[in-house]
């Protein structure tokens, strides 16, 4: 796989892509995040 990683980083960039972020959208006891703080979820994961 290192190659394909390797092959693209030397590739003519045509677009952005975002690898995927794993971000909790949870709190401790298992309610979903509101919005304003699932983007800090995000932003402190990426």
């Known amino acids: 796989g290192q190659h ?11 677009g952005y892509l975002h690898r995927p972020i794993k971000a909790p959208m949870q709190d401790e006891n298992g ?13 402190a994961a990426g």
Do not use: I, T
């Open 4 to 14: 394909q990683v390797k092959e693209f980083d030397a590739a003519p960039v045509l």
């Open 31 to 43: 309610k979903r995040l509101k919005p304003a703080l699932q983007a800090k979820a995000l932003q």
